[in-house]
Structures are given as structure tokens and as C-alpha cells.
């Protein structure tokens, strides 16, 4: 048991509500136990209180697809380090993908992570449990079981299902169960070797190209047998404008459909590897600006449904190789909400539309009481100030590695403080 904390003067911003107006709010035993929207709110003779003092009082972050190395590649990221980025970039839960090794395919696996991440992570981690056997695409392994350990959602993380008998089972099984599905799409056999955005720019480097295709048409055959079988299903990151298309379409047809996009993607264009830079060799590769601006506008208009770092820590022995051999990947959790909010300085996109991105709709995918301020509500919040300018240094991220797709970038806005049931996790110092 805590103290109560009250944090008063605050602007509160709550995607689920729409609400965006000065208040207050009171925490008792790691929940919002009152709210007050420019009135009175009762306060504990014993609660702690924080004055605002205007920032921005928002849910904290749920990302939706965040990669780290433990177990097996702890000299990456590990459960613990992955939190402490997670909480300097505002990120109160995060969705581990099931890479690792051994993999995220088994019961036992799924409640291991569960305990390991209460005893070492400041912030929420929810397992994703692989779709098939080691992630090989091959065999499906128990859903039930790992539903029952603790699993939020159904992911073969960088991996995708090539056989379409085998997806249209899977998705079957899921929705007996009522597991989401999130799949990342490509074709393989059309990405082949290459290595980033198949075009001109990839022609003048000389490097292969993966063409748009590749993710398109698996996307496609993905959203019908969404409808046939009625699974709940998540399109874990669409890059192109005629993803966008074909995902506002089905979505016309099927509301159980939803997307989404990584940070890279909204921010990031193919020109940005200039000169074979390999922090910028990512899983999605980094389309052309026409790409950018759809996925942006598909964002805007409630296509896209989710933002997520795609946070993929590599130690940079290899990263730093020739473009074509270098691994690819890029971590993200601590820049994720300044990156997002170029958008809203930019008037591209609304506050509350990049909020909710990150926070009320990824709960509402995956079926969390989180994502939202309102009374009984779990007390995870974000102190944030929208215009703190900073600079990215990649010796002051809290990571295990450094492949920040964002080094040296020039940001607008920083979370100033994290509080993940009522506890403060990180606290800004300048």
C-alpha cells in the first residue's frame, strides 16, 4: 500500500473520452480512484501532490510490437533494460514479440516471462505467444495453454506464415478462442534477397529491392480469411499506400480487422539510408515519401488503428557490415511518443488521434483495462511536455544496444514523468 498522489493542473488528454481539458486526478492503491474536470477533487490528508503545472496528463503508451533478447540473447536487451527505455519513453506496457530463444511457443515459456518481467520490469510486459512451432510456420502450437499462462494476442513476430492452409487453420483455432492474431505479412518468395525498398534509389545503390508486392498480396489473402473465419486479426505493420487502400476496403466489410504502422514508417522515408546507412535497415523497409504520406493519411482517417516502435535491438558488431549483409532492426521505445509528435507539430496529424493510437485503441485490441483515464481505471500515466526540445544521443538511451534509426535527431516533446500503478518508474532530470 502507497500513499495517495493527486496530480493537479494538469491538461488531460484521454483519447478514449476525447477529452482534452485542465483537471485533476487521485491515485489510491494503483488506480484513479477520482477524476475532476476544472472542479474540486477530494484529497487525502496523507496523498502526495504533484502540480502539472500544465503538462500534458495522458494514459501511458501500449506498444504494440516491441522485440528484446531475453531469453537467449540477453546482451541485447533484457526484460529489465528493455522497462527502463520503455518508461523514459512514456511506454507503460509493451507487447513482447515471441523471438527469442527458445521461442515464445509453449505454456511454460509464456509463465516464465510473466514472473520474470514482475520481478525485474518497471513497466507491464504481455507476452505474445507464437502462432506455430518455433516460429517455422510449420505446426501450431496450444493456444489455450498459452492463453491461460498469461498470453495477450498470437504473433510469429518477424516471421510470416507462408502457407495459407496452415494460416486459414490457425485463424480458425484463434477464434475459438478469441485470440487476436497478429500477423506480419510478406511474401518471401517476392522479397527474395533484397535488403530494402525496391525502386530507383535501390537501383542507384545497387542494392535488391523488395518490392510493395510482397507485403500486399500476403495482406490480401490475410484479410479474407479474416472474414472466412471470423478471427479477430491485426495487420502487425503496413508500409504502403496500397496497403492502406486495401485495408480501408476490408475494413468496409469486416470490423474486426485493424493495422498497424511502426514509428519508422510514419517518420522515415527510403531516402533516409543515404549512403548505405544500416540503422536504417529495418524488418518493414522504409518506402518512398508518396508511401509515407498514404500511411500518415491512413493514420489521420482511422485506417490505421495502432503506432508501435518496432523496437528491434541489435549490438552493433551487426549492424555495422555492408548494407545487404548488416542485420536488420532498429530500437525505438524511447523515442516512439517525441518521433509520433512530429506529426502533430507538423499539423498532420491530431493530438488525440496519435494519443489514441498508442494507447486506448492498441487496449481495446487486446482487451486491457488500461489506455484510459476514468475512475477505476489502472493508474498508468504519462507527464508529458509537448515542445521540450532535445536532441537524440544514442549514449544516453537506456537500451543494451544503440541501432536507433533516430540518432542525433532533433525532437519536440519529452515525458517528464511515468507512473505505472500508481508508482512513479521514471522521473525526468535535466
Excluded at 489521420?300 to 528491434?312: A, E, L, N, P
Aim: charged share 25%; glycine share 8%; net charge negative.
Amino acid at each position: 500500500m502507497t500513499k495517495p498522489l493527486l496530480i493537479e493542473n494538469a491538461r488531460i488528454v484521454d483519447p478514449a473520452s476525447g477529452t482534452d481539458q485542465r483537471g485533476a486526478v487521485l491515485i489510491e492503491n494503483g488506480r484513479i480512484a477520482d477524476l475532476a474536470l476544472d472542479g474540486p477533487v477530494g484529497v487525502p490528508d496523507d496523498a502526495e501532490v504533484i502540480n502539472a503545472n500544465g503538462l500534458v496528463l495522458t494514459p501511458g503508451l501500449i506498444d504494440m510490437r516491441v522485440f528484446t533478447g531475453e531469453p537467449g540473447w540477453e546482451y541485447r536487451e533484457t526484460l529489465a533494460s528493455a522497462g527502463e527505455a520503455a518508461a523514459a519513453g512514456g511506454v507503460t506496457s509493451f507487447v513482447m514479440m515471441p523471438d527469442t530463444m527458445p521461442a515464445v511457443d509453449d505454456g511454460a515459456v509464456v509463465d516464465f516471462l510473466v514472473r520474470r518481467a514482475k520481478a525485474t520490469s518497471k513497466v507491464n510486459v504481455l507476452p505474445a505467444a507464437g502462432i506455430t512451432k518455433g516460429l517455422a510456420g510449420k505446426d501450431l502450437t496450444e493456444f489455450g495453454l498459452m492463453r491461460e499462462a498469461g498470453a495477450v494476442c498470437l504473433s510469429d513476430g518477424r516471421n510470416s506464415i507462408q502457407s495459407t492452409a496452415l494460416l486459414r487453420t490457425a485463424m480458425s483455432y484463434a477464434a475459438n478462442y478469441d485470440m487476436t492474431i497478429v500477423h506480419h505479412t510478406v511474401d518471401m518468395s517476392l522479397a527474395g534477397e533484397g535488403v530494402m525498398n525496391d525502386g530507383l534509389f535501390a537501383t542507384v545503390l545497387g542494392l535488391k529491392g523488395i518490392a510493395r508486392e510482397a507485403e500486399t498480396i500476403p495482406l490480401s489473402r490475410d484479410l479474407q480469411l479474416a472474414a472466412l473465419t471470423g478471427v479477430r486479426y491485426h495487420a502487425a505493420q503496413i508500409s504502403t499506400e496500397a496497403s492502406v487502400e486495401i485495408v480501408a476496403a476490408a475494413k468496409r466489410r469486416n470490423a474486426r480487422i485493424t493495422a498497424g504502422v511502426s514509428i519508422n514508417n510514419l517518420c522515415l522515408n527510403e531516402n533516409d539510408i543515404g549512403r548505405y546507412r544500416t540503422y536504417f535497415k529495418l524488418g518493414t523497409p522504409l518506402r518512398s515519401e508518396d508511401d509515407r504520406r498514404a500511411v500518415i493519411e491512413g493514420l489521420r482517417s482511422g485506417v490505421i488503428d495502432t503506432i508501435h516502435s518496432d523496437h528491434d535491438p541489435q549490438d552493433s558488431e551487426v549492424k555495422r557490415q555492408p548494407f545487404a549483409e548488416a542485420s536488420t532492426g532498429a530500437i525505438g521505445l524511447e523515442t516512439l511518443l517525441a518521433a509520433a509528435l512530429r506529426l502533430v507539430h507538423s499539423d498532420d496529424v491530431p493530438l488525440l488521434t496519435v494519443l489514441k493510437a498508442m494507447t486506448s485503441r492498441p487496449a481495446e485490441i487486446l482487451g486491457l483495462e488500461a489506455g484510459r483515464i476514468a475512475k477505476g481505471a489502472p493508474a498508468d500515466l504519462i507527464l508529458v511536455d509537448l515542445d521540450y526540445p532535445w536532441q537524440v544521443d544514442e549514449k544516453q538511451l537506456r537500451s543494451r544496444s544503440r541501432n536507433t534509426s533516430f540518432e542525433n535527431a532533433r525532437l519536440a516533446g519529452k515525458v517528464m514523468r511515468t507512473i505505472v500503478a500508481g508508482e512513479t518508474v521514471f522521473l525526468h532530470e535535466d
